[in-house]
């Protein structure tokens, strides 16, 4: 029987009884997908390099019987200057050598030989060690060598860890904790030069699917906030999630709407938890049961200063590189101040309103019409509440009372109570006036989108406006400034 | 007589870690179960040698979890290249400080890390590269590991050397209230009720292991009671702190893995509970 139990060779127990123990008590070896090699009888490995330590790792993951019937690709220079290095190599790992600029001698020819003795290979296509924690384009050597062997299984390995345990420029080994990702098998198809592009793409895949770890980010700059304006129904959630998730393509962007959400590289992360938040959201619940105008404000009220107050936290925590606003606290209360007293805003209050809610109130006289119009605004400043952040943006979402009534109808939740044709269209009436006071008065861009269109064709208006606008605040969002594929 | 209450305790509890070793197999219960089961056995085996072989060998089974909660810790944290020999005067701090406490020498356990290891760590970084930037924050991180998951751990071990019942108490209590946390997580509860349960369910159970155990630890009732009631309190206070550090980190506590924040994971209800109830404990009996 092939498989009868044999004497191991003294190398494999030196393996067995020295290298495995002391690799995985000094440096924790990881296994992912060990069974993707279990029950492989030849393969060629392909993995990237960092580190002299992947070697020595892939050993680790490898079936006992393959142990001394697996060879990987070494370089035969650097070996040749140390002629104990060199033998230590055959005597463990038996590589196969190539001599890098060695002429016309084709460099398969040593992995050619071994695959067709029913040996393995582990190749690292990158060609040498990169730069820490970096991958390099694969080689098409690997291509061409599965091209030859079609039947011969390639498995794809990545490898994290031996960059910081023992990277290219030093010397000194330490213990730091090592993961080896093994893809599922792959065989040969199509072109050389594609089946290695694939090659590279599951081991980027698998390393995508590392956990990651900490990283040091600076932090200078000061996230811009765009908010994002319109009546209930004109579908602001949905651009305001749209336009995170879009924005957030080489950063972190949040999202503050009913629930505070983070995003990532264009796809939505968990956000840990902030305490205000939950404060917040359970004030938002409470606001959506109101029966009347009258009880829906305190509630409502209070739910914005949080939501304000979120922002400022949300800054400190999470370092977002931009902050996008389902409504703008500030600008919101604003123009509810219409709702209750359409025919005292104004142009001048509506600016008073925004000077007192933006911590600018001792800037009026303290006769000022408006705190005799609305109490409540003295009362708010008295309290040391009235500091909202002004946004950086403002995209106003304009829709018609009656397209949002039919929205909010087919979404089939119960009514809000301000939700009638009548209210709303006030609120929108306000909504505009704060749009042009904004622009006019502060200069913050203030830019009005078609609310009946689709979702889609929103969001590409939405960040052509931000592009066009070319807010230095937003300059640093490579989502806008590259043209992404939606537009 | 062969078998003392001692004895048969240490039996009960090998038991119940083989039991629940078990049950986690068979039933793949939560992962949070299955990932602290192997660490309470460290503990046990810490406990077992240090009681029935020799304080001297099992005090390196705690030294070899500090080692491993350590270099998960250096494994996470972003570390320049030049931070290594940083690095390694890190993790030599391990065998000094547990030597010091295998050897009974509380003053250099206690000055060890906050002395020793503090200045060594930052003229190594600044001996061995010329990079400036981003110094300040490698030794911070560096210092951070070494404090929490060295010698914050190191003081369990300091304690089972004056008493490796207490010790024992310790852990079990330590056990007890992640055990309600995670029960109690389970559902999603307000922040607020949800930490004043986690502090008071607990509270009863351990008060009533404290007592059972009073015999061999020795601690008078009152002080067994502030511990009933005070290790949940420094339970949760870790816990939520390690847990900020966590986020920042990188660690997932839905995908905890060996060098990815299951070690840290599993002692972070250790860390504020080893140094306080030690120098607590310290402080009020003279036996300590």
Redesign the interface.
Known sequence: MDRAWRLPSIPALVHLLFIRPVLKLLF?V?V?GREHLADLDRFIVVANHNSHLDTLLLFQVLPLRHLRRTHPVAAFEYFSRSRFGRWLAEFLVQPVWIVRGGGDEDPLAGMRARLSRGRSIIIFPEGTRGR?GEMARFKTGVGRLAAEFPDVPVVPVFLT?PE?AL?K??S?L??????VSVGPPCFFHGSAGEFTAELEGAVRELAAGV??????RKRTRRPPTLAVLGIDGSGKSTLSRALARRLSADGRACLVSDGVELFEGGAAV?A??L?TE?VRT?LGRRTKVAGSLKSYKIPKLAELLLRDHVVDGLRDWYAPDVIVLDGSPLLNITAWTGLYRREALSQAMCLSVLRVLSGQGMSLPADDPVYRTFPELGTVERLRLAHLGVPDAVLFLDVDPGVSMERIRSRGEERQAHETADKLDRLRDGYRLVCRVVEGELGIAARTLDGALGAEDVADRAMEELRRLELPAFAHLTGLTEVDSHG | MPFEAPQITVAALFAVLTLLALIGRRLGVASAVLTYVPYLWAFFLFFVLSEFVSFAVGIWVLAALSFLALREFFTLVDLRIQDRWGILAAYLAIPFMFWFIQGDWYGMFIISIPVYAFLVIPAVIALSGREVEGSVLSIGALDLGLFFLVYCIGHIGYLALYSTWTAILVVAAVAVCDLFAWLLKARDRAPVPGVALEILAPAPVIAVLALAVRPWTGLPLVHSLVLAVGIPGLVALGCHTIDHLEADLGIDRRRLQPGRGEVINTLKSFVYVGPVVFHYLRYFLDTY
């Open positions: 924790g990881h992912e820490a860890g910081k990277p420029t030093r000194l330490i213990p730091i904790w090592n993961q956990v990651p770890s900490h990283r040091r968990q840990p938890p305490l939950k359970t």
